[in-house]
């Protein structure tokens, strides 16, 4: 059967992050970040696993980079880790950590392979944390500082660049539910956080475009379509709680909304002192917003002194229970989600240009005579890029695909227990085996169409 094509331009490709993949954190002088710190403390993560050793990517990257060809990828998001640039947060660059990434670059432009990066992808510098981390204000100095020096080194060769990845998750799973470095649980933290990074962004957004011409920067944001669990007015209430403290917070005020009216009234005294000028800032024109989409989220209602968003979202067995697809994750599957969130933040919002900076899925894995099928991954992305065709005949100016991942990683808390990657990983030999899923998508690419599964 023939399936409609994407447009000429566009681009296909997987991402990853520094403190997934790297490991090598004691090289070439890297200093210690807050998940070096996290995921040593026991009881933190799943089996106390840690990012030391990784994907070893910091040894194998020209084997990745030639695995990333063979699959014919035209692009790879990854994140430089800030403790290996500015081992203190501050003070002098460490030119072998510029270096690195210098390297990668080249690479991965020989390979005809479009480098996208990201400069914050949470590995924040401990030293930085010691002095109140994100809360501080002068963090936000030290990240433009960071992006100067990194755009300065890569900016001639680096053309897409994005700030952030996912700030909800930084502000709110790292300092209200605790549940990701630095481990606080505090919401005035959280919120003071959210509009620093916020007015990081604002502020490199200009620092790179002065290092780099001609380069599209923008912010990546985890989006999610929030519907209530019930139709009971609590439940509505608690989606609208979701929606505007993870959605809205963040697209408001980038887009020169401010922040949402609803919400600054609910988090009433919690929130940090905002300036005019900060919104200003934060307003920065950009150029692309990035996307990572995995799910649509079941918001219920639950009382403020048990949670104080006022809200939980349905887990993978009330999810199951109402027919739904769960990922290992406990996350809902629905690819048409994906487009409805599109659509809605086009409508919405009408950016210039709009990239999925992440899509995938967490499914068990099994090795068979060494080969990994994985038929209900590549069901997923099918699915979901299936969804951005039809957003794209829409009119969303939808401009790439990035699968997470490209290969298993450090899922963060959940340790190396989750694997997201097309390419499997065994972290006892570091072997990489590209999964079903992964043949597909090569063919995917060739065709720039979504081809069926065989
Ligand atoms: O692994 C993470 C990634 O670092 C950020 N977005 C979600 C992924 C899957 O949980």
Redesign the pocket.
């Known amino acids: 059967m023939t399936q409609p094509r994407f447009p000429n331009t566009f681009l296909w490709g997987a991402a990853t992050?520094a403190y997934?993949i790297e490991g090598a954190v004691h090289e070439d002088g890297r200093g210690p970040s807050i998940w070096d710190t996290f995921s040593h403390t026991p009881g933190q993560t799943f089996n106390g696993d840690t990012g030391d050793i990784a994907c070893d990517h910091y040894h194998r990257w020209r084997d990745d980079v030639a695995l990333m060809r063979d699959l014919g990828l035209q692009a790879y998001r990854f994140s430089i880790a800030w403790p290996r640039i500015l081992p203190e947060g501050t003070g002098a660059i460490n030119q072998r950590g510029l270096d690195f990434y210098d390297r990668l670059v080249d690479e991965l432009l020989a390979a005809q392979i479009t480098p996208f990066v990201t400069l914050y992808?949470w590995d924040l510098p401990q030293a930085l944390q010691d002095r109140g981390g994100w809360a501080n204000r002068a963090t936000v100095d030290a990240f433009v500082t960071y992006t100067e020096a990194v755009a300065r080194r890569l900016g001639d060769r680096v053309k897409h660049w994005i700030t952030h990845?996912?700030p909800w998750v930084v502000a709110f799973v790292g300092n209200l539910q605790g549940r990701h470095a630095p481990g606080l649980q505090d919401l005035r933290t959280a919120l003071q956080v959210s509009h620093h990074l916020l007015l990081s962004h604002g502020l490199a957004v200009p620092v790179l475009r002065a290092n780099s011409a001609d380069a599209e920067v923008g912010i990546t944001l985890?989006l999610s379509p929030i519907r209530p669990a019930t139709d009971t007015p609590e439940d509505q209430r608690a989606a609208q709680l979701f929606d505007g403290g993870w959605n809205r917070w963040f697209l408001d005020p980038l887009f020169g909304r401010g922040y949402p009216a609803d919400m600054l009234e609910f988090y009433g005294d919690l929130m940090p002192a905002v300036t005019t000028d900060d919104l200003a800032t934060i307003a920065a024109p950009f150029d692309a917003l990035g996307i990572?989409y995995?799910r649509p989220t079941f918001a219920s209602a639950v009382p403020l002194d048990e949670n104080p968003l006022g809200y939980r979202s349905l887990s993978g067995p009330e999810l199951a229970e109402r027919g739904y697809e769960v990922t290992e994750?406990g996350w809902a599957v629905e690819a048409a989600a994906l487009d409805e969130l599109l659509q809605q933040v086009n409508r919405e919002y009408a950016p210039k240009a709009l990239y999925i900076t992440?899509n995938g899925a967490s499914f068990p894995d099994q090795v068979v005579d060494g080969t990994i099928d994985d038929p209900r991954r590549l069901a997923y992305l099918h699915g979901h890029f299936q969804a951005a065709h039809q957003s794209i005949e829409a009119g969303v100016p939808l401009r790439g695909y990035f699968v997470?991942?490209l290969m298993d990683n450090f899922?963060?808390g959940l340790g190396y227990s989750k694997r997201?990657g097309i390419v499997h990983v065994d972290y006892q030999t570091q072997q990489r085996t590209p999964k079903s899923s992964a043949l597909w998508y090569r063919q995917v690419i060739a065709a720039n169409a979504v081809v069926d599964p065989e």
Do not use: P
């Open positions: 992050a997934q992808h990845n996912e985890d990572n995995y994750m992440e997470w991942s899922e963060w997201f």
